[in-house]
C-alpha cells in the first residue's frame, strides 16, 4: 500500500504517508513543555510525520489551560526534549502554530495579555479554566492595525523558535474557528477596513502570517490548515465559501508553502466538506496536501490513490494508539479512546495505552 511507503515531503524523507494530526491535549504545565510531552510525542514517533498539539505563538494566543507556547526561552528549552526524543526514534515533527483568538478566557492567560480577535463578537457557551471552573466567553477587543501587525510579528518570531527548538517545520493554524479563521469567517470577522469584507480582505491576514512565516523559516518548512464548511467555535458556512478557499489556496501556492492541511470533521458530525471544494483547493495549490477526517487504513489507502491527498492525518486513533502505523499496517484491532482524559494533567489517558504487542 502506498500509505506505508517511504514519501519525500520537501527536504525531508518520511518513513510513510502517514501524518499524526494536531491534537490538544493540555498537558504543560506553566504553559511549558515538559518529559511527559516528550514521551508521548515519542511513542508516536512511527508516523511518518507528526504535527504538534496547538502551541500559542504568544502569550495573548493562550487560549486553554495547560497548552503550551513557544514564545519563551523556557519554552524552545522544553520542546527540546520532544524534538530530540522524536527524532532519536526516526520520527520527524512540526510544530502546529495556534493563537485561539476569541476562543479564550483571562483565566487561562498570563497577566497584562488580552483576548483579541478580528471583530468584538464573543463566542456562545463556556470555557474550562483550571482556577474557576466553567466560565462563560469574554466579549474580545477588536484588533487594531497594530494588533495585527503585532500579532503577524507573533508568529514569525515563533516559528523561529520552533526552528531553535528542533522542530522540521511549522504549521500554521488556520482553521476550526481560531484566530487566522476568524479572519476568514464571517461569523466572527465583522470589520469593515482592509481585513473585512471582501474575501481578498478576510483572507489578507492568513496571507500575511503565512509570507511572514515562510519568510523566516522557508517556505519548504511552512504549512497550513484550513476548515472549509467547519462550524467549530461558533463559525459559519458563508457565502462564497468555496470561492474563498479556491482564493487562498492559490495565494498559498503564489509563497510555494510546502503543504495545505484540509480539515474534514464530517466523520465528527460537521458538514461533509464537498468533494468539489476539496478539488479546488487541489487545483489551485500545487504542492502537498494532507486530506484528513475519520480515515482507516482503506480510507487512507483510497485518498492517495484517488489524488485527494499525498499524505493522510489521522487524529484519535493516534490518541489511543501509540503503535497506530503498526496496528493498521497489521490489520489489529485499536484501542478505544478515553474521553475523560483528553485535557486533563498527568499520564492516564496520555502515555499509558497499551502497545498491540
Known sequence: MKLFAPYKLGNLELSNRIVMAPMTRSRAINNIPNQLMAEYYQQRATAGLIISEGIAPSANGLGYPRIPGLYSEAQIEGWKLTTNAVHESGGKIFAQLMHTGRASHPDNMEENTEVLAPSAVGLSGEMWTDQNGLQKYPVPKAMTLADIKQAIEEYKNAAVNAIKAGFDGVEIHGANGYLVDQFIN????????????????????????????????????????????????????????????????????????????????????????????????????????????????????????????????????????????????????????????????????????????
Do not use: W
Open 186 to 357: 464571517t461569523a466572527s470577522n465583522k470589520r469593515d477596513d482592509e481585513y473585512g469584507g471582501s474575501i481578498e480582505n478576510r483572507a489578507r491576514f492568513a496571507i500575511e502570517v503565512a509570507k511572514a512565516v515562510s519568510e523566516a523559516i522557508g517556505p519548504e518548512k511552512t504549512g497550513i490548515r484550513f476548515s472549509p464548511y467547519g462550524l467549530f467555535n461558533d463559525q459559519e458556512v458563508f457565502e462564497g465559501i468555496d470561492e474563498t478557499f479556491e482564493y487562498l489556496a492559490a495565494e498559498m501556492n503564489k509563497l510555494e508553502l510546502l503543504y495545505v492541511h484540509i480539515v474534514d470533521h464530517s466523520a465528527m458530525g460537521a458538514p461533509e466538506v464537498p468533494l468539489s471544494v476539496k478539488t479546488k483547493i487541489k487545483n489551485a495549490f500545487k504542492g502537498i496536501v494532507i486530506a484528513s477526517g475519520g480515515r482507516n487504513a482503506q480510507k487512507g489507502e483510497e485518498a492517495i490513490v484517488s489524488g485527494e491527498g499525498e499524505l493522510v492525518a489521522f487524529g484519535r486513533s493516534f490518541l489511543s494508539n501509540p503503535d497506530l502505523v503498526y496496528r493498521l499496517k497489521n490489520n489489529l484491532a485499536l484501542n478505544a479512546p478515553d474521553m475523560e482524559t483528553f485535557y486533563t494533567p498527568g499520564d492516564k489517558g496520555y502515555t499509558d495505552y497499551p502497545y498491540a504487542n
